[in-house]
């Protein structure tokens, strides 16, 4: 099965710094790979997600890169700001057959005043 | 408003004491799962549904049970809760295999 996993688990910047998490997964038929913000007391909620027709896609100040050769992906939030902390998951997933979508250890992101 | 519920928020049982922790969602969406959340392990899958009484294990489904009834409605079922199913629980749904996925808020669920 697929096997996804995420660095670093904790990360703390400066406010307006940059922030990088990245994934590596382990199933080439993967081609669906999401990123969710989870809040304190909340559930996680999908920020950005990258299919693998594509390298890079921008939301604002984030964007999501994929290398399908070396089966790793990554989150970039520009300008971070105090309401970027909190828990980061990334998932891969496969666009057939089950629901299944298989997730990283998450990384905690703290964005120092 | 589109969204995933669940009940109870919080729970405290004790070991063998048969619970349900229901889920609800108001979006026709045929995908629902339930996941475990614990300390540096991530989300975990317990079990999947693709459509009404169409149901799958995940990576972690000993101990639990699940039914899909209807659509909108996916409860997980411990039988006999153990201590070591002490963790944070989310149920999740969405319409397709790439579409957006909705998580609930979360139930947290204590085992003495």
């Known amino acids: 099965g697929e096997n996804v996993e995420q660095h670093p688990s904790t990360l703390s910047v400066q406010e307006g710094d940059s922030a990088v998490i990245k994934c590596t997964y382990s199933?080439?038929?993967?081609?669906?790979f999401p990123w969710y913000k989870q809040e304190l007391g909340k559930g996680p909620q999908l920020i950005i997600d990258?299919?693998?027709?594509?390298g890079e896609k921008k939301d604002q100040r984030i964007a999501v890169t994929l290398n399908k050769t070396a089966k790793h992906f990554s989150l970039h939030i520009t300008e971070t700001q105090p309401e970027d902390s909190a828990v980061y998951f990334c998932?891969?997933?496969?666009?057939?057959?089950?629901?299944?979508?298989?997730f990283g250890t998450g990384t905690r992101l703290t964005i120092i005043p | 408003e589109a969204q995933v519920t669940q009940n109870p928020r919080y729970l405290i049982t004790v070991t063998g004491k048969k619970l349900t922790v229901t889920c609800s969602q108001n979006?026709?969406?045929?995908?629902m799962s339930w996941y475990r959340q614990d300390p540096g392990l991530g989300l975990r899958q317990i079990y999947y549904?693709?459509?009404?009484?169409?149901?799958d294990k995940g990576d972690v489904p000993e101990g639990y049970k699940v039914s899909r009834k209807e659509k909108r409605n996916f409860p997980l079922i411990l039988e006999s809760p153990s201590p070591n199913q002490t963790s944070l629980y989310f149920c999740?749904?969405?319409?397709?295999?790439?579409?957006?996925?909705?998580f609930g808020p979360g139930t947290r669920l204590t085992v003495l």
């Open positions: 998932a891969a997933g496969a666009n057939f057959g089950n629901e299944k979508l298989t």
């Open positions: 999740a749904s969405r319409q397709g295999n790439d579409n957006e996925q909705f």
């Open positions: 199933d080439s038929a993967s081609n669906y």
């Open positions: 549904s693709m459509n009404v009484e169409v149901t």
């Open positions: 990258i299919r693998s027709n594509v």
């Open positions: 979006m026709n969406h045929e995908y």
